[in-house]
């Protein structure tokens, strides 16, 4: 790549959903009236959800002014607002349906979502993928609805939601789930696990909040051992997972602890690993890091300076540039710097694959059409070339976590 050519510049990790009441057309009319009810009792949870800053989340026009001035050319689009009937958004678990009925509006109320999110992708065409939304509780409802998604252009795949210790379900490695891997393996549905939704509920105290905020990424990460210990990706081998919002520099160490113990679980005679685990390790064809090098992702939102050299154990063709826009954290509208912090002196044909060209193989996006484009909206291969300093950091910036990064002491 020449230094005047820019990158194509995909995020994997944006959020978007529709205004609250303009989910109503997308209900079947049986539920207008309870829609209706429940509307009038709908309190905003999320400060980005309010006043201008909520149009963000629906605002076409608006919203791919913001990203082309960010460099930012297409992008994946995760739900945001809430759906109708539901107690809170879908990037964190879910209070039990308290009946039959409940899980019915639930029901209507993410189809409404998907509905509405296939036709917001299909204004920009080519240059959204939308992720569709599921539940847990009726597996052949939701292969449907995965089926729905994909004859609709919602090539982003599904939105994978937790099922930790509480909320009523099976957990993640049972074969009853195995249909969804089934379908979403015949059609090349990614399944996308976004950071949030897989620990177990908690209260509203400051202390919940923070155990929260704690805790997160490791029962995010969690799955990743579901997948693997349940057989999902031994059984699906074409199957590809995405894990967003959770950072990458776990992945190393993860993935070696869990080398290591499967490794007991087979080899080590006489050992307790063995007698426990060899039942399940005795089924696996690969180490749990070569199931990850065939079929795993990584949203990276943020990723940090101190991130990036390691990303051949990561895996360069496994990482996915994010911004997370609109979120509070996102780098817009600091993302041309937060690229330059992490990526200087980094080969721009890996730049480019870890921007953008690996979501778009994983997504279905046409680089050859974005990249015209790109030409004056993606940052270039000699900006981003350029450190940046501490110094120069834009004003607000920290609010993102790709400006917080204890590597930066030293530059």
């Keep these: 790549m020449k230094a005047d050519d820019s990158y194509v510049v995909i995020s994997s990790d944006c959020h978007g959903g529709g205004e609250i009441r303009e989910y109503r057309e997308y209900l079947a009319s049986e539920y207008h009236d309870e829609f209706d009810a429940w509307v009038d009792g709908y309190q905003i949870m999320f400060s980005d959800l309010l006043g201008d800053l909520g149009k963000r989340n629906w605002d076409s026009e608006r919203r791919m002014r913001d990203l082309?001035?960010?460099g930012v050319v297409a992008e994946v689009v995760f739900p945001n607002t809430i759906p109708p009937f539901f107690p809170g958004g879908a990037l964190v678990t879910q209070v039990p349906p308290a009946d039959a009925h409940d899980l019915d509006l639930r029901w209507a109320g993410l189809?409404?979502?998907?509905r509405w999110l296939a036709d917001f992708c299909a204004r920009t065409p080519g240059r959204r993928a939308g992720v569709a939304q599921i539940l847990l509780h009726d597996v052949?409802?939701?292969v449907e609805e995965i089926r729905w998604a994909h004859a609709n252009g919602l090539r982003g795949g599904i939105l994978l939601p937790g099922a930790p210790p509480g909320v009523g379900l099976l957990p993640l490695h049972h074969r009853h789930y195995d249909p969804i891997w089934s379908v979403c393996e015949e059609l090349g549905m990614p399944v996308n696990h976004h950071g949030g939704s897989a620990g177990p509920p908690r209260g509203m105290e400051q202390e919940d909040i923070v155990m929260f905020l704690l805790e997160v990424t490791w029962w995010s990460h969690n799955v990743l051992t579901n997948l693997i210990v349940g057989g999902a990706l031994e059984r699906h081998p074409n199957l590809q997972f995405v894990f967003t919002e959770q950072g990458t520099a776990w992945v190393p160490d993860f993935l070696g602890q869990l080398d290591y113990f499967f490794d007991r679980m087979l080899n080590a005679v006489g050992s307790q690993e063995r007698e426990w685990g060899l039942p399940i390790v005795e089924k696996m064809s690969l180490k749990p890091s070569e199931y990850w090098a065939r079929q795993c992702h990584i949203g990276a939102s943020f990723i940090r300076p101190s991130e990036v050299p390691i990303r051949?154990?990561?895996g360069v063709d496994r990482i996915m540039w994010g911004s997370d826009y609109?979120?509070?954290?996102?780098?817009h509208p600091f993302s041309r710097e937060a690229i330059r912090l992490s990526f200087a002196g980094i080969d721009p044909d890996e730049v480019q694959m870890m921007?953008?060209?690996n979501a778009a193989k994983l997504y279905d996006f046409d680089l050859d059409a974005l990249r015209p484009l790109a030409a004056g909206i993606g940052p270039t291969v000699g900006e981003v070339a350029r450190p940046l300093s501490p110094a120069d950091f834009p004003e607000g910036s920290q609010k993102c976590p790709a400006f917080s990064d204890p590597m930066l002491a030293v530059l």
């Design 312 to 314: 051949e154990q990561v």
């Design 140 to 142: 052949e409802r939701t």
């Design 326 to 331: 609109p979120h509070k954290e996102s780098s």
């Design 111 to 114: 189809q409404a979502h998907n």
């Design 68 to 70: 082309e001035a960010d």
């Design 355 to 357: 921007l953008g060209g």
